[in-house]
């Protein structure tokens, strides 16, 4: 099933040299989210590509036909069409986007770097595991919407209404994978971690210091939530995340 992108959620994608950056947008979100971290990256010379994952940007009845093994490969595809033009190649990642970042490179050990902003990258507990799969087994198929967890006043993400229940439970599927493979990442990261966070607990970015091979760069943000890449710390995940990937690709 594929239905009309909504308004502002279509992919960006701009070829500037030689070195490249895969930006990943988060789980019932779209390139929005994450289409200013991704000019920023293009306005300093990189050559950029920001997909619109399968399902996402459409619609929820569009995203319920797909699932972890869809959007993995579509984050794959996207990083191997962008490898093929560029010397280095560096992933970025947002929430389920940084789940994704984790695993493009368990898959492809000649990532250059990466940044993950509140990733995901293993399952919740087995009391939410269980929950979920009761709510399935009572025929419910979608949630209240987990978007939009902001604290910048005024600001909205461009997130789905609601949280299809079969998709989540893909997308822990998938992590839990993610989460077994962490120490195989050898690349450098950064990784940026809100203070308080409605969606993903912070435990996941220990998870990333923890078993990562690569030397991992923690930097807390203090105002903002979950989608810091359009939050109070707008700039200091921008300038940031600018700062490493000069350190790293052009060294």
Request: with cysteine; net charge negative; glycine share 8%.
């Amino acid at each position: 099933m594929t239905t009309a992108i909504m308004p502002g959620c279509e992919p960006y994608s701009v070829n500037n040299g030689p070195f490249g950056v895969l930006v990943l947008h988060g789980f019932t979100g779209n390139p929005t989210s994450m289409r200013p971290i991704a000019e920023r990256l293009a306005d300093a010379g990189y050559s950029v590509s920001l997909p619109r994952l399968p399902g996402h940007g459409t619609s929820v009845e569009d995203m319920m036909t797909t699932s972890w093994a869809d959007w993995s490969r579509a984050a794959l595809d996207a990083y191997d069409e962008l490898a093929r033009s560029s010397k280095r190649v560096a992933v970025v990642g947002l929430s389920m986007g940084g789940g994704l970042t984790a695993f493009v490179a368990e898959q492809r050990h000649d990532v250059a770097a990466c940044v993950f902003i509140n990733p995901l990258v293993k399952p919740p507990s087995s009391d939410v595991l269980e929950g979920l799969q009761a709510l399935l087994d009572s025929g419910m198929e979608t949630f209240e919407s987990i978007g939009s967890d902001i604290k910048k006043e005024g600001t909205v993400e461009a997130s789905y209404s609601a949280t299809p229940l079969r998709c989540a439970a893909s997308l822990f599927e998938g992590v839990a994978g993610v989460e077994r493979d962490l120490g195989t990442i050898s690349a450098p990261s950064l990784l940026l971690s809100s203070r308080e966070d409605h969606v993903v607990t912070s435990d996941n970015g220990d998870a990333i210091v923890e078993k990562s091979s690569g030397a991992v760069e923690r930097i807390w943000l203090e105002n903002s939530y979950h989608v810091a890449t359009i939050d109070n710390d707008q700039e200091l995940v921008e300038s940031s995340t600018l700062r490493f990937l000069d350190a790293i690709l052009h060294s």
